[in-house]
Protein backbone atom coordinates (compact mmCIF):
# COMPACT_ATOMS: atom_id res chain seq x y z
CA UNK A 1 0.00 0.00 0.00
CA UNK A 2 1.47 3.21 -1.20
CA UNK A 3 2.04 5.76 1.88
CA UNK A 4 -0.46 8.69 2.46
CA UNK A 5 1.77 10.68 5.05
CA UNK A 6 5.23 10.15 3.99
CA UNK A 7 7.39 10.14 0.58
CA UNK A 8 10.20 7.34 0.77
CA UNK A 9 12.73 6.73 -1.72
CA UNK A 10 15.53 4.15 -2.33
CA UNK A 11 18.42 5.24 -4.03
CA UNK A 12 22.58 3.98 -3.82
CA UNK A 13 21.82 2.30 -1.11
CA UNK A 14 19.77 4.99 0.23
CA UNK A 15 16.41 5.20 2.16
CA UNK A 16 14.87 8.32 2.43
CA UNK A 17 11.51 8.60 4.50
CA UNK A 18 10.20 12.43 4.24
CA UNK A 19 7.57 13.49 6.31
CA UNK A 20 5.11 14.39 4.36
CA UNK A 21 2.48 16.63 5.84
CA UNK A 22 3.92 19.89 5.04
CA UNK A 23 0.53 22.37 5.97
CA UNK A 24 0.98 21.25 9.79
CA UNK A 25 5.04 21.34 9.36
CA UNK A 26 4.82 17.37 9.28
CA UNK A 27 2.98 17.38 12.41
CA UNK A 28 2.27 13.79 13.65
CA UNK A 29 -1.29 12.69 13.21
CA UNK A 30 -1.85 8.78 13.82
CA UNK A 31 -1.46 7.16 10.02
CA UNK A 32 1.82 9.17 10.09
CA UNK A 33 3.53 7.44 13.29
CA UNK A 34 2.01 4.42 12.15
CA UNK A 35 3.77 4.50 8.31
CA UNK A 36 7.26 5.97 10.07
CA UNK A 37 6.65 2.76 11.85
CA UNK A 38 5.76 0.36 8.64
CA UNK A 39 8.88 2.22 6.59
CA UNK A 40 11.69 1.38 9.28
CA UNK A 41 10.52 -1.91 9.41
CA UNK A 42 10.55 -2.07 5.72
CA UNK A 43 14.60 -0.74 5.98
CA UNK A 44 15.74 -2.81 8.41
CA UNK A 45 15.11 -6.25 6.84
CA UNK A 46 16.13 -4.85 3.31
CA UNK A 47 19.72 -6.24 3.09
CA UNK A 48 19.81 -3.03 0.12
CA UNK A 49 18.98 -0.13 2.31
CA UNK A 50 22.38 0.38 3.94
CA UNK A 51 21.58 3.82 5.01
CA UNK A 52 18.51 5.97 5.95
CA UNK A 53 17.81 9.59 5.32
CA UNK A 54 14.78 11.35 7.53
CA UNK A 55 13.47 14.74 7.02
CA UNK A 56 10.36 16.56 6.12
CA UNK A 57 8.71 18.00 3.17
CA UNK A 58 8.01 21.80 3.31
CA UNK A 59 9.43 24.38 5.69
CA UNK A 60 9.62 22.29 8.63
CA UNK A 61 10.95 18.83 10.05
CA UNK A 62 8.36 18.02 12.34
CA UNK A 63 6.55 19.81 14.86
CA UNK A 64 5.68 17.04 17.30
CA UNK A 65 1.89 16.00 18.01
CA UNK A 66 -0.45 17.45 15.47
CA UNK A 67 -2.71 19.33 18.15
CA UNK A 68 -5.46 19.85 16.00
CA UNK A 69 -5.83 15.64 15.30
CA UNK A 70 -6.26 15.26 19.09
CA UNK A 71 -9.06 18.13 19.62
CA UNK A 72 -11.89 16.70 20.95
CA UNK A 73 -9.96 13.43 21.52
CA UNK A 74 -7.70 14.21 24.59
CA UNK A 75 -9.91 13.53 27.54
CA UNK A 76 -10.29 9.95 26.71
CA UNK A 77 -6.89 9.60 25.76
CA UNK A 78 -4.47 7.53 27.38
CA UNK A 79 -1.10 9.71 26.88
CA UNK A 80 0.54 6.22 27.83
CA UNK A 81 -1.07 4.39 25.50
CA UNK A 82 -0.87 6.88 22.68
CA UNK A 83 3.16 7.16 23.39
CA UNK A 84 3.29 3.35 23.32
CA UNK A 85 1.56 2.93 20.15
CA UNK A 86 3.32 6.33 18.48
CA UNK A 87 6.31 7.79 19.59
CA UNK A 88 7.79 5.01 21.34
CA UNK A 89 8.28 2.42 18.73
CA UNK A 90 9.55 5.14 16.45
CA UNK A 91 12.07 6.21 18.99
CA UNK A 92 13.24 2.22 20.25
CA UNK A 93 13.33 1.42 16.27
CA UNK A 94 15.31 4.72 15.14
CA UNK A 95 17.86 3.56 17.88
CA UNK A 96 17.86 -0.16 17.31
CA UNK A 97 18.21 -0.44 13.48
CA UNK A 98 21.70 -1.17 13.08
CA UNK A 99 22.43 1.05 10.05
CA UNK A 100 23.41 4.90 10.51
CA UNK A 101 20.00 7.23 10.47
CA UNK A 102 20.80 10.94 9.33
CA UNK A 103 18.53 13.75 10.61
CA UNK A 104 17.54 15.89 7.56
CA UNK A 105 16.86 19.28 9.80
CA UNK A 106 15.08 21.26 7.18
CA UNK A 107 13.41 23.33 9.00
CA UNK A 108 11.36 23.67 12.89
CA UNK A 109 12.02 20.19 15.45
CA UNK A 110 9.23 20.57 18.30
CA UNK A 111 8.22 18.33 20.53
CA UNK A 112 8.10 14.62 19.20
CA UNK A 113 9.83 16.12 16.17
CA UNK A 114 12.57 16.73 18.46
CA UNK A 115 12.73 13.36 19.60
CA UNK A 116 12.46 12.14 16.06
CA UNK A 117 15.78 14.05 15.19
CA UNK A 118 17.61 13.56 18.54
CA UNK A 119 17.25 9.67 17.92
CA UNK A 120 19.06 10.14 15.20
CA UNK A 121 22.48 8.67 14.49
CA UNK A 122 23.48 12.15 13.31
CA UNK A 123 21.91 15.25 12.18
CA UNK A 124 22.65 17.59 9.49
CA UNK A 125 20.20 21.19 9.69
CA UNK A 126 19.50 23.76 7.67
CA UNK A 127 20.62 27.47 8.90
CA UNK A 128 17.46 28.84 10.57
CA UNK A 129 15.99 25.60 11.70
CA UNK A 130 15.19 25.57 14.99
CA UNK A 131 14.94 22.68 17.29
CA UNK A 132 11.96 23.24 20.70
CA UNK A 133 11.04 21.15 23.53
CA UNK A 134 7.95 22.31 22.76
CA UNK A 135 6.17 19.96 25.97
CA UNK A 136 5.94 22.24 28.58
CA UNK A 137 4.23 25.28 26.30
CA UNK A 138 1.43 23.07 26.63
CA UNK A 139 2.17 21.53 30.33
CA UNK A 140 3.48 18.51 29.57
CA UNK A 141 6.24 16.52 30.79
CA UNK A 142 8.76 15.88 28.06
CA UNK A 143 8.55 12.54 26.06
CA UNK A 144 9.95 10.48 23.09
CA UNK A 145 13.28 10.35 24.27
CA UNK A 146 13.79 13.95 24.59
CA UNK A 147 14.34 13.73 28.56
CA UNK A 148 17.37 10.42 27.64
CA UNK A 149 19.19 12.10 24.76
CA UNK A 150 18.89 15.96 25.46
CA UNK A 151 21.05 16.09 28.40
CA UNK A 152 23.77 13.51 26.85
CA UNK A 153 24.25 15.47 23.86
CA UNK A 154 24.13 19.04 25.75
CA UNK A 155 24.72 18.32 29.08
CA UNK A 156 21.76 19.00 32.09
CA UNK A 157 22.28 22.12 32.99
CA UNK A 158 21.41 23.54 29.46
CA UNK A 159 18.74 20.45 28.51
CA UNK A 160 16.73 21.30 31.82
CA UNK A 161 17.18 25.16 30.90
CA UNK A 162 15.57 24.11 27.25
CA UNK A 163 12.89 22.33 28.69
CA UNK A 164 11.72 24.31 30.78
CA UNK A 165 11.97 27.34 29.16
CA UNK A 166 10.63 26.01 25.78
CA UNK A 167 13.16 29.02 23.82
CA UNK A 168 13.91 27.49 20.85
CA UNK A 169 17.56 26.64 19.86
CA UNK A 170 19.09 27.49 16.45
CA UNK A 171 20.87 25.33 14.55
CA UNK A 172 24.10 27.46 14.80
CA UNK A 173 23.76 27.25 18.34
CA UNK A 174 22.75 23.83 18.28
CA UNK A 175 26.06 22.97 16.15
CA UNK A 176 28.31 25.16 18.85
CA UNK A 177 26.55 22.38 21.53
CA UNK A 178 27.51 19.38 19.60
CA UNK A 179 23.41 19.08 18.66
CA UNK A 180 24.14 18.93 14.84
CA UNK A 181 27.22 17.73 13.19
CA UNK A 182 26.65 20.49 10.39
CA UNK A 183 24.61 24.02 9.21
CA UNK A 184 24.08 23.96 5.68
CA UNK A 185 22.32 26.97 3.74
CA UNK A 186 18.65 25.48 3.17
CA UNK A 187 19.41 24.85 -0.63
CA UNK A 188 22.51 23.05 0.19
CA UNK A 189 21.33 20.57 2.55
CA UNK A 190 19.54 17.89 1.16
CA UNK A 191 22.79 17.72 -1.37
CA UNK A 192 25.20 17.23 1.40
CA UNK A 193 23.11 15.39 3.23
CA UNK A 194 22.41 12.83 0.14
CA UNK A 195 26.75 13.09 -0.19
CA UNK A 196 27.03 11.97 2.81
CA UNK A 197 24.55 9.12 3.16
CA UNK A 198 25.42 7.38 -0.61
CA UNK A 199 29.53 7.48 0.67
CA UNK A 200 28.23 6.07 4.25
CA UNK A 201 25.77 3.29 1.96
CA UNK A 202 29.14 2.24 0.20
CA UNK A 203 31.58 1.55 3.17
CA UNK A 204 31.75 -1.46 6.11
CA UNK A 205 27.80 -0.78 7.37
CA UNK A 206 28.10 -4.22 9.03
CA UNK A 207 31.02 -2.50 11.07
CA UNK A 208 28.25 0.56 11.53
CA UNK A 209 26.03 -1.33 13.02
CA UNK A 210 28.26 -2.84 15.40
CA UNK A 211 29.58 0.46 16.34
CA UNK A 212 25.52 1.85 16.89
CA UNK A 213 25.25 -1.33 18.63
CA UNK A 214 28.60 -0.57 21.05
CA UNK A 215 27.64 3.00 21.85
CA UNK A 216 23.89 2.50 22.68
CA UNK A 217 24.92 0.09 25.00
CA UNK A 218 27.83 1.81 26.39
CA UNK A 219 25.36 4.25 28.30
CA UNK A 220 24.76 1.57 30.76
CA UNK A 221 27.81 -0.35 31.33
CA UNK A 222 31.25 -0.17 33.59
CA UNK A 223 34.44 0.55 31.61
CA UNK A 224 35.04 -3.42 32.52
CA UNK A 225 31.71 -4.03 31.08
CA UNK A 226 32.00 -2.03 28.23
CA UNK A 227 35.52 -3.20 27.46
CA UNK A 228 34.35 -7.39 27.47
CA UNK A 229 30.94 -5.46 25.33
CA UNK A 230 33.82 -4.44 22.63
CA UNK A 231 35.21 -7.51 22.50
CA UNK A 232 32.21 -9.30 22.06
CA UNK A 233 31.45 -6.83 19.10
CA UNK A 234 35.49 -7.17 17.50
CA UNK A 235 34.90 -10.99 17.36
CA UNK A 236 31.88 -10.57 15.29
CA UNK A 237 33.28 -7.80 13.16
CA UNK A 238 36.72 -9.95 12.97
CA UNK A 239 34.68 -12.45 11.04
CA UNK A 240 32.84 -10.02 7.94
CA UNK A 241 33.65 -10.52 4.70
CA UNK A 242 34.41 -6.62 5.00
CA UNK A 243 36.82 -6.87 7.30
CA UNK A 244 38.38 -9.19 4.89
CA UNK A 245 38.32 -7.35 1.88
CA UNK A 246 39.70 -4.14 4.18
CA UNK A 247 42.63 -5.97 5.15
CA UNK A 248 43.24 -7.41 2.02
CA UNK A 249 43.05 -3.39 0.24
CA UNK A 250 44.82 -2.00 2.95
CA UNK A 251 48.21 -4.52 1.77
CA UNK A 252 47.21 -4.73 -1.87
CA UNK A 253 47.45 -0.30 -1.33
CA UNK A 254 43.73 -0.32 -3.51
CA UNK A 255 40.97 1.15 -2.62
CA UNK A 256 38.76 -1.23 -0.44
CA UNK A 257 34.97 -2.36 -2.25
CA UNK A 258 32.87 -3.34 1.32
CA UNK A 259 29.60 -4.84 0.67
CA UNK A 260 27.74 -4.25 4.14
CA UNK A 261 28.28 -8.12 4.72
C1 LIG B 1 0.94 22.98 14.16
C2 LIG B 1 1.79 22.42 15.10
C3 LIG B 1 1.34 21.26 15.79
C4 LIG B 1 -0.63 21.37 14.59
C5 LIG B 1 2.79 24.15 14.28
N1 LIG B 1 0.13 20.77 15.50
N2 LIG B 1 -0.25 22.47 13.91
C6 LIG B 1 2.68 13.36 23.45
C7 LIG B 1 1.63 12.95 24.40
C8 LIG B 1 0.29 13.13 24.03
C9 LIG B 1 -0.21 14.19 23.49
C10 LIG B 1 0.51 15.31 23.04
O1 LIG B 1 1.68 15.10 22.29
C11 LIG B 1 2.71 14.39 22.61
C12 LIG B 1 3.96 14.67 21.91
C13 LIG B 1 4.22 16.09 21.49
O2 LIG B 1 4.83 16.27 20.47
S1 LIG B 1 3.68 17.38 22.47
C14 LIG B 1 4.29 18.81 21.61
C15 LIG B 1 3.44 19.17 20.41
N3 LIG B 1 4.06 20.19 19.60
C16 LIG B 1 4.03 21.48 19.91
O3 LIG B 1 3.48 21.91 20.91
C17 LIG B 1 4.71 22.40 18.92
C18 LIG B 1 3.92 23.65 18.71
N4 LIG B 1 4.52 24.43 17.65
C19 LIG B 1 5.56 25.27 17.82
O4 LIG B 1 6.15 25.41 18.88
C20 LIG B 1 5.96 26.05 16.61
O5 LIG B 1 4.90 26.06 15.71
C21 LIG B 1 7.22 25.49 15.91
C22 LIG B 1 8.46 25.73 16.80
C23 LIG B 1 7.09 24.01 15.59
C24 LIG B 1 7.42 26.24 14.57
O6 LIG B 1 7.38 27.63 14.77
P1 LIG B 1 7.23 28.59 13.50
O7 LIG B 1 8.28 28.26 12.51
O8 LIG B 1 7.20 29.99 14.05
O9 LIG B 1 5.85 28.22 12.79
P2 LIG B 1 4.37 28.56 13.27
O10 LIG B 1 4.27 28.50 14.76
O11 LIG B 1 3.92 29.82 12.61
O12 LIG B 1 3.55 27.32 12.68
C25 LIG B 1 3.26 27.19 11.27
C26 LIG B 1 1.93 26.48 11.14
O13 LIG B 1 2.06 25.15 11.65
C27 LIG B 1 0.84 27.16 11.98
O14 LIG B 1 -0.37 27.02 11.28
P3 LIG B 1 -0.98 28.26 10.43
O15 LIG B 1 -2.28 27.74 9.91
O16 LIG B 1 -1.12 29.40 11.39
O17 LIG B 1 0.04 28.54 9.38
C28 LIG B 1 0.80 26.31 13.22
O18 LIG B 1 -0.41 26.37 13.89
C29 LIG B 1 1.06 24.92 12.66
N5 LIG B 1 1.61 24.02 13.68
N6 LIG B 1 2.93 23.14 15.18
N7 LIG B 1 2.12 20.63 16.70
Known sequence: ????????????????????????????????????QEALKKAERDATVRCLILT?????????????????RSEALSFREHLAHTYNPIISKLRS????????????????????ALACDMRYAAAGAKFRMAFSGISLAPDSGTSFFLPRLIGYAR????AITNNPMTSEQALAWGLVNGVFPVDELASATRALAVKLAHLPTKAFGLTKRAMNKAFQLTIDEALDYEAHLQEIAGRTADYREGVAAFLDKRPPKFEGK
Do not use: H, S
Open 56 to 72: GAGKGFCAGQDLGALKG
Open 97 to 116: IEKPVIGQINGAAAGAGFGL
Open 159 to 162: AYEM
Open 1 to 36: MPYTTLLTDLTDGVFTITLNRPEVLNAFNDPQAEEV
